[in-house]
């Protein structure tokens, strides 16, 4: 019969347990993270690492008659399995942090191509590139099953959402610079062109174009929560992610509503000002003549007309000047994008 021993660990377990909380500590070290956070952390991890292998250990031990050494193999044995789980952890946050750097360094190049764009070909093919790699990521992801990640599918959603929606505003946002630079590209209210219906027809386009495109973005800017609300569908209501971006799409509105109203206001009104005057030179063409570009009036009911048409478009070209200039004094990360756009060039200047 064997004489019962008092429980104690081996030299073996001690040295095993002494590379296991080196295994903890040295990729904080070496990464320079060592705060007092991060060692009382890796303190409690290894200590709820030790106690879990001796209490094994102890019961082993006492199951067994309390023989010397009757449960240091069990120490080492559940020691080394929770190394396992450790090593296998520490692959998920590699692969998880791999994963968040690939998708924010996607979205800072996306960002980046929507800036520098000049047409929607270029938008449509940033987008593209952006929903991609969103795909590719997530798909690599979801195949290492990381319990933390449990809502990948609904994150990647909501990026994709996103992205829809940025880009949709981006191309309402191409198409409306482009169609203002249509008026000028154009030579529009060039009065020595003005002479005949062709010509005022054509210019009238111009005008019309601008003020389709300037109203789109109007109502994608206003309506821009709701839509987001809309396309997330069911998401906001069971995603946490989900539900702090609309509170984001929400302040974000408030805070640039009261500088953006004033930048469609001024355009609408520059626009529906510019076809009146056009409506004025087509429909009283006997009215006036044309020298070195200038309106020469032949009465005094039409000078009348003209001036108070083009005052109106001076008042517009300083209320855009203003706006743009407010844009231009807001921090840039309280605003979707860039929406200044040079001051007019009034006609017959």
Wanted: hydrophobic share 40%; net charge negative; charged share 25%.
């Amino acid at each position: 019969m064997s004489i019962p021993v008092p429980f104690k660990l081996s030299k073996f377990n001690v040295i095993f347990t002494i590379i296991v909380i080196a295994f903890y500590f040295m990729p904080a070290i070496l990464a320079s993270q060592l705060s007092s956070h991060i060692i009382g952390l890796i303190c409690g991890r290894v200590i709820a690492l030790i106690f879990i292998p001796m209490l094994f250990a102890w019961l082993v031990w006492r199951m067994r008659g309390r023989q010397e050494k009757g449960g240091t193999g069990t120490y080492n044995l559940v020691l080394f399995l929770c190394i396992i789980s450790q090593i296998n952890q520490c692959a998920m946050n590699s692969q998880r942090e791999e994963f968040y750097k690939n998708v924010i360094s996607a979205k800072q190049e996306y960002q980046i191509a929507l800036k520098s764009v000049d047409n929607v070909a270029d938008v449509q093919s940033a987008h593209q590139k952006y929903v991609n790699i969103i795909e590719k990521n997530y798909k690599e992801c979801s195949q290492y099953h990381d319990p933390d990640m449990r809502d990948i599918d609904s994150d990647k959603e909501i990026l994709l959402v996103m992205a829809d929606l940025n880009t949709e505003d981006m191309i309402a946002q191409v198409e409306w610079v482009n169609a203002y630079a249509e008026i000028e590209e154009n030579n529009l209210l060039r009065y020595s062109l003005a002479n005949n219906t062709e010509a005022f027809d054509r210019q009238r386009k111009y005008i019309d174009r601008y003020l389709e495109k300037t109203q789109i973005l109007k109502e994608l800017f206003e309506s821009k929560v709701e839509t987001l609300k809309k396309k997330l569908g069911k998401l906001v209501d069971s995603s946490k992610n989900a539900q702090m971006i609309i509170g984001n799409a929400l302040e974000s509105y408030r805070n640039q509503r009261p500088f953006m109203a004033p930048v469609f206001d001024a355009h609408m009104a520059y626009g529906e000002h510019l076809g009146q005057l056009l409506d004025l030179l087509q429909n009283r063409r006997d009215e006036w003549s044309e020298g070195d570009n200038k309106i020469v009036a032949h009465n005094d009911d039409f000078l009348e007309a003209y001036s108070r048409l083009y005052y109106l478009i001076q008042q517009d070209s300083v209320k855009m000047t203003q706006a743009n200039e407010h844009l231009s004094a807001i921090d840039s990360r309280t605003l979707s994008s860039d929406l200044s756009v040079p001051a007019p060039v009034l006609p017959g200047n």
